[in-house]
Structure formats: C-alpha cells, structure tokens
C-alpha cells in the first residue's frame, strides 16, 4: 500500500546540476528518516545522504558539500539537490523512507523506490 516514487533523473554535463525528489503515497501514518542511496555498475548500493523527520542529516564523503538533501513533510517528499556532478556520480539513485503505516501498527518498515538513472558525462 506505501509506494516511493523517484524522479528527476537524466543525463547532465560534468559541473552541472541536478535535483531529485521522491514522493511517497499510499498508507501512512509517519514518516522517520528518508534518503538517497545509488548504486553504479559492478558496485554495491551505498548511503548517498539522509534525513531524519527533524531535519537531521547524514552525507557520504563523497559528496559532502555537493549535494543536500531535504523534505516537505507536508509532501510526503525529499529531495535531493546535486551540484557539481562528476562522472564517478553516474548511477541508479534510490529512495529510501521508514514508515509506519497505520497508528495501531507500532513498527517502521524500509521502504524503496524503483530508482531513478542519473548519468554524468560530456
């Protein structure tokens, strides 16, 4: 009943920028931390950032000071704001959100989006 739905993926130039968002729907009583994972070819599928329901953050080396994330909770969304792309940025981002989904079910359940393909190249 709970879907992630990414978006704003695509091609861009090295030093460009990009922003992502994932809408999550469906039944939904809270919404804890939500995030960005990618995986590229042959690689593992990593942490990119994430964000607690308060606003707390937490970025990959790799990208501190790129890349910032945020969310609407009003929405139902977070974002992902990516700047200075570089080439090793090319993979298939993920959404990521813990989820209660009903007020007598006192449990958060991972979930995840499809994913949405970025590619850094000139």
């Known amino acids: 009943q709970v879907q992630l739905v990414e978006s704003g993926g695509g091609l861009v130039q090295p030093g460009g920028s990009l922003r992502l968002s994932c809408a999550a729907s469906?039944?939904?009583?809270?919404?804890?931390?939500m995030g960005w994972y990618r995986q590229a070819p042959g690689e593992q599928r990593d942490l990119v950032a994430d964000?607690?329901?308060?606003?707390?953050?937490n970025y990959a080396d790799s990208v501190k000071g790129r890349f910032t994330v945020s969310r609407d909770n009003a929405k139902n969304t977070v974002y992902l704001q990516m700047g200075s792309l570089k080439p090793e940025d090319t993979a298939v981002y993920y959404c990521?959100?813990?989820?209660?989904?009903?007020?007598?079910?006192?449990?958060?359940?991972?979930?995840w989006g499809k994913g949405t393909l970025v590619t850094v190249s000139s």
């Open positions: 990521n959100a813990y989820i209660r989904d009903r007020p007598n079910r006192n449990v958060a359940i991972a979930y």
């Open positions: 469906g039944s939904i009583f809270n919404i804890y931390a």
């Open positions: 964000i607690s329901s308060d606003g707390f953050t």
